[in-house]
Each structure stands twice: as C-alpha cells, then as structure tokens.
C-alpha cells in the first residue's frame, strides 16, 4: 500500500471539486446531449450578471455566520461535510435528479440504491433484508417501529433513558406509548430495568442503541435480542451514529472496540430492524439515512393501491417498501460511489477512518485525563467524550464549563469548538459517585465532543492542551 507523502499537503475539498466537477459530469452531459438541445425556457434563463451576483450574496451569507465543521479545531455535534466523491457523485446525478421512489423515478439510482443497502446489509450480517435509504435516521426509525406496530398493534415501545429523543415523539405520531428504560453506570440501557419493563408484557418493541448520541454508549444487544425474544418483542437497533463502527467489531481490528462493544455490534445480525446514518458516519450529505430489516417478508405491510404507482418490473421496486414517497436518487448515487471508493471493511476504506476517530477520542481522553483538569464521563466506547472541570460544586463545574465554552470558541485567533449536554443528576451520580457536591441543582453542564473526522487524531493532543489552558484560574 502506498502511504500519502505527507510532505505534500493533500487537496482541500474546495480543490478537489474544482478539479474533478467536469469529469463528473461530462458522461451524464454527454448522454443528456445525445437526445438533443434541451436548451432553458426563456422563462427560466438567467443572465450569467445575475446569477453572479445571487451566488455572491449566497457566498456572504453562508460565510457570515457559521462553524468551520470541516476543520479538526471544530470538534463539537456530529458535524462534518461530505467526502468530495459523494459530492461530485451528488452533482453529476442532479442534472438527472432521480427519484427513487419508483423504479421508473430513475431505474439506475434504484439499482445503485439497492446495491448499497445489501453492502449495509453484508456489514450488519443480515442473511436476508429488505431495507431502502431515507431521508433521515428520524424518519427511518419512524418506519422500523410503524413495522413494529403492524406486527405487535398497541404494544409499547421501550427504549434507553440516553435514547434518541424522536423515539418518545415518533412513539406519539404512532399513537404508542413508549416506556424510558433506565441507563447503568455506563450509560447503556440496564438489562434489570429492561426486564421489569418486558415482565408487564406491554413492550412490542424494544429499541436498542448503538452508540447513543449524548455519550456514545453502546447498548448491550447481545444481551437484549434473547432478551427481548423471551417476551415475545421485537428488537430495533438505532445505530443511525454508531452503524459504521460494526466494522470495528471484529477481532483484530485497528482499533478494535472493547470486547463488550464488539459482541453488541455483532449481534445487530439478530436483531429484526437497524437504522443506520450514512450522512453521520457515512461520508454523505443530509438526507441519506437507511432502514434495513431482516425479514424481507415485512414488506406485505407496505402493499397500497394508489392509481399512480408505476409498474415496469415484477420486482418489489423502492417505492412499495417505503413510508417515503419521493427520495432522492442522487443520495444512492453519492452514498455508491462513495462505497466504490470506501469499501465497508476493517482494514481499508471506512474501518481506517473510524479507527481514526475512535483513536482521536482516547487519544483525547488520556491527553486530557493527565493534564488533571477535567474528569471525563465514560471512556469513549466510540468517539464521542463527554467531561467537565474539576473542582467545586455542580453549580460551579456547570458555570466553568459554560466559560470555557464561551472562552474557546471567542479565540480571536484559533477559535475551539465544542458541544455541551445537560446530564441528570441520578445518572452522574451512579456513574461516578460522591464525585461532586450537588446542593440543589438537579443537572451537570458538561462539554461534549464528537471526533467524527479522521483529522482529529492528528489534533486530539493540541485540543486538550487548548482546554486544559482554558480553565478559569
Ligand atoms: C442522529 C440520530 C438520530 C436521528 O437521526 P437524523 O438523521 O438526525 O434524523 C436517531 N438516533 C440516533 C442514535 C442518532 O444519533
């Protein structure tokens, strides 16, 4: 293999498109030309003054108020730009613009879909699936648990206290009551707390999570799906944020997750639905989530007659297994072409750029650790660091670390920036206990960092030294 030469710095993102945008586009141009002029309306022509001008006001604006999250000095929500491939992949397939809610909305984005979700299908384990991708994990998710109720109608949904909050929502839209399952000491769902709540006999739908988005805790699934089955409920598995790091389940990984981690990710391939993020962790722009489910059968749930349903193939085209109705082709293009060039495996393509932020987060937690300054939550199961400043009562800790917040950010020269989460007292407690003097507050503002790019490990070191030098004295 060989190795970047490091002397030479790579090309920006900017540079990249720069160079590629033509040759990206030229094919589908090409072929576009072949079926004649289709030159703009004069409704729809605009003078090339004026089009300057938008995409200057347009340039203002976008720079005018934002974060650097393509910088490793950005190291706050699960924020980063796309992988130039899934872009000019995403451009080249605009001027088509698919829909992939037909077959005939665009035959190759479908087939470029389907080839990437089994790709999805193969990391999970699944031996069958019937699974498409969505707009978002919220919506994905809103479908992995309409399926549940189809099979178990009334039950309810539990889910971990550190579950996504859409689950509770989403278990609202469905007209389900959704039961808050507690967290252990390490911020996954209890299995005791999880047993109480199956012994009712209510729960039709257990959602487990793999990689919680506060603190990146991975659910114990290995121990939930025998669970779960034991009481006659489903399994779903949010890993719409830590879907990517199955590929770090497996022994002899680069930067292989802790044992306890690996055996939950492995036994996603048990579990009856997963949803997964590839605009997260998977490189791609917003609107790219996936649902996969392993029983190809649930698709009989989706059966509908509307009067304009295309039908040129005998096959099960996207749009009869989707709660969606119009998606976008050129994310399956993007999200393909980006699997093309990032195969989904341990040691090349995306296990190398998970290892990194995996690597950039403990990198970061012993950098910080030894400093003293700061206690951390929870070693990082994935990438994610969750810590606050030392010293006096929650009060205090909460007010430093709202300063060191501000403090980094407003840098003149090299601003930092970081997330913050509120973390309940009960749970800060069994975590760490007598770590801190709690008087009345019931909350601990705590800063949160999310290492989702590969170009924070080089930066971890630098970034904890930022933040122990921001302490307040
Ligand atoms: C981000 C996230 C979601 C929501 O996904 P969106 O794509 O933002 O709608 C759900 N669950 C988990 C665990 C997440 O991290």
Request: aromatic letters at 8%.
């Amino acid at each position: 293999m060989t190795m970047p030469d490091t002397a030479m710095p790579l090309p920006d993102a900017a540079s990249l498109l720069e160079t590629h945008l033509r040759g990206a586009l030229a094919p589908v141009a090409d072929w576009q030309r072949r079926f004649g002029p289709a030159l703009p309306a004069p409704e729809e022509t605009l003078a090339p003054e004026r089009l300057a001008e938008v995409l200057a006001a347009l340039g203002e604006r976008l720079t005018a108020d934002n974060y650097p999250f393509h910088h490793p000095r950005y190291a706050g929500q699960m924020l980063k730009p796309p992988h130039p491939v899934a872009m000019l992949a995403y451009m080249a397939t605009m001027l088509i613009n698919p829909n992939n809610h037909a077959l005939d909305g665009g035959p190759a984005t479908a087939a470029l879909e389907k080839e990437a979700v089994a790709a999805l299908a193969g990391m999970f384990g699944f031996a069958a699936h019937l699974g498409h991708l969505s707009a978002s994990g919220t919506i994905a998710n809103l479908e992995a648990l309409w399926v549940g109720r189809a099979l178990a109608p009334g039950r309810a949904i539990a889910h971990g206290a550190f579950a996504h909050y859409t689950h509770a929502r989403m278990a609202e839209v469905l007209g389900l009551p959704a039961v808050s399952v507690a967290a252990d000491a390490r911020g996954r769902m209890s299995l005791d707390a999880l047993e109480e709540a199956l012994a009712g006999g209510r729960i039709g739908t257990v959602v487990a999570t793999a990689g919680t988005t506060g603190l990146g805790a991975v659910d114990p699934i290995d121990r939930i799906v025998p669970l779960a089955r034991r009481y006659g409920a489903r399994v779903h598995v949010d890993a719409a944020y830590g879907g990517f790091y199955r590929l770090l389940a497996e022994p002899g990984a680069p930067e292989a997750l802790a044992p306890e981690d690996a055996a939950a990710f492995r036994a996603i391939a048990g579990a009856d639905s997963v949803v997964v993020d590839p605009h997260k962790h998977g490189l791609q722009p917003y609107g790219c989530g996936a649902v996969l489910f392993a029983d190809p059968g649930v698709g009989r749930l989706y059966s509908h007659d509307s009067p304009y349903t295309y039908f040129t193939s005998a096959e099960l085209h996207l749009g009869e297994i989707s709660l969606e109705c119009s998606r976008s082709g050129a994310a399956a293009a993007a999200f393909w072409a980006t699997l093309q060039a990032f195969p989904l495996e341990a040691a090349a393509g995306f296990g190398p750029i998970l290892g990194a932020c995996r690597g950039a987060a403990r990198r970061f937690t012993a950098a910080l650790t030894a400093a003293g300054g700061y206690a951390v939550a929870l070693p990082p199961a994935l990438d994610i660091v969750v810590y606050w400043p030392l010293g006096g009562g929650a009060a205090a800790i909460s007010a430093a670390a709202e300063r060191v917040f501000e403090a980094l950010m407003r840098d003149p020269e090299a601003p930092v920036y970081l997330a913050k989460i509120r973390l309940p007292r009960a749970w800060v407690e069994t975590a760490c206990p007598g770590a801190i003097a709690w008087g009345d507050e019931t909350e601990l503002t705590a800063l949160r960092s999310c290492f989702l790019k590969p170009s924070h490990l080089a930066a971890a070191e630098s970034l904890a030294a930022r933040l122990t030098a921001a302490l307040p004295a």
